[in-house]
Structures are given as C-alpha cells and as structure tokens.
C-alpha cells in the first residue's frame, strides 16, 4: 500500500512538472506571436508611411508638370498645330 502511495505521488510529481513545462512553453511562444505580429504591424506602419509620402511626392510633382509655363506653352503649341 504505501509503494503504491509513493508510485501514485512520483506519478503526480510528474504530471505536475509535464504540465508547468507546457504551460511555460505554451507563454513563451505566445509572447514570441505577440513580438513577431507587432514587429510585423511596426514594418507595415513604416511601409505605409513610405507610400503615402511618395504618392505625396509624385502629386505634387504631377502638379508641378501640368502647372509649368513649359508644359502650357507646348501644349499651346502642339494644339495649335
């Protein structure tokens, strides 16, 4: 009777310990999910800042364009040939 208390309690420290490793694994890899899902939200801010700012750029060169005395004059020119 008590070899089978101690086998019963071996085996609870065991299944303690399987379950405290996988708790502890089960943490670790949802702070690595948390870290890798907001350095990918961090990459994707920077990306869309870029964007926005050389879509800025390409309006205002846009606007440049068709508002330049050159670009009126030749299409004047070309308009009237």
């Known amino acids: 009777m008590k ?7 071996v085996l609870r420290n065991d ?3 399987a379950r ?6 089960l943490v ?3 702070k690595k999910l948390y870290a890798d899902r907001r ?3 961090v990459e994707m801010q920077r990306v ?17 364009i068709v508002h330049s005395p ?5 299409h004047f020119l070309f308009a009237v040939t």
Do not use: G, T
Not at 3 to 9: D, F, G, R, S, V
Not at 70 to 74: H, R
């Open 20 to 25: 405290d490793r996988a708790k502890e694994s």
């Open 48 to 64: 869309r800042r870029e964007v926005d700012e050389k879509r800025q750029q390409q309006e205002l060169f846009q606007r440049r």
């Open 28 to 30: 670790n890899l949802e």
């Open 3 to 9: 070899q089978q208390l101690k086998e019963m309690n």
């Open 70 to 74: 050159l670009s009126l004059l030749s």
């Open 39 to 41: 350095a990918r939200d």
């Open 15 to 17: 299944a303690q310990i």
